[in-house]
């Protein structure tokens, strides 16, 4: 398959380079979701102590849920952001691990192809047929990553645009509820 050392090696390197990359993504994931998850838990506490506070200074029962109602606004547009935010970031480590499998497997192509033409250059007579078939199965597996990756893309985007709408009608019904709450 390698005609030198250097071929394995470089072979080698290669896979473990993107290896690399891809712990490396999923590192820099996993913090940022640790970084978030940490800065809302933080910004949640001190707002729950501020809403306490101010629900225990209201001097009756309609003041107390005025107060109340007040704050559910931007308690939900936190939480949208919170989940915007982990959003975002799974989908940026989703589409740097997919750059780097569409990279694997196009080099993969790339040498299986180069190893095919090697291979038909040193055949016997009569092996074109073999050589071809193995040609056209490399070709039905590279179109059948292709689709298969444009379709993961189209229900990512499909997902997110659902996901940017659910959260709007969300904020939306909340504010209608709060304001209709203080009538």
Do not use: C
Not at 26 to 32: K, N, Y
Not at 67 to 84: C, N
Not at 160 to 175: F, P, Y
């Amino acid at each position: 398959m390698f005609k030198t050392p250097e071929q394995f090696a470089a072979a080698n390197k290669a896979s473990v380079d993107a290896m690399l990359t891809l712990a490396n993504t999923a590192l820099a994931s996993a913090e940022r979701i640790a970084a978030l998850n940490l800065n809302t838990a933080r910004s949640m506490l001190e707002d729950g102590v501020a809403n306490a506070k101010a629900m225990l200074g209201a001097k009756d029962a309609q003041e107390f849920f005025s107060v109340q109602a007040s704050l559910a606004q931007p308690s939900l547009e936190k939480a949208v952001a919170y989940t915007r935010s982990v959003y975002e970031i799974t989908a940026q480590s989703k589409e740097e691990i997919s750059k780097l499998l569409e990279t694997q497997f196009a080099d993969f192509q790339k040498q299986a192809l180069g190893l095919l033409d090697q291979a038909g250059k040193n055949a016997p007579a009569g092996s074109e047929v073999a050589v071809n078939a193995v040609r056209s199965a490399i070709d039905a597996a590279t179109n059948a990553f292709e689709t298969i990756n444009k379709a993961a893309k189209q229900v990512a985007d499909i997902a997110e645009a659902n996901v940017a709408a659910a959260t709007n009608a969300t904020v939306k019904a909340v504010g209608a509820t709060a304001a209709g709450g203080k009538k």
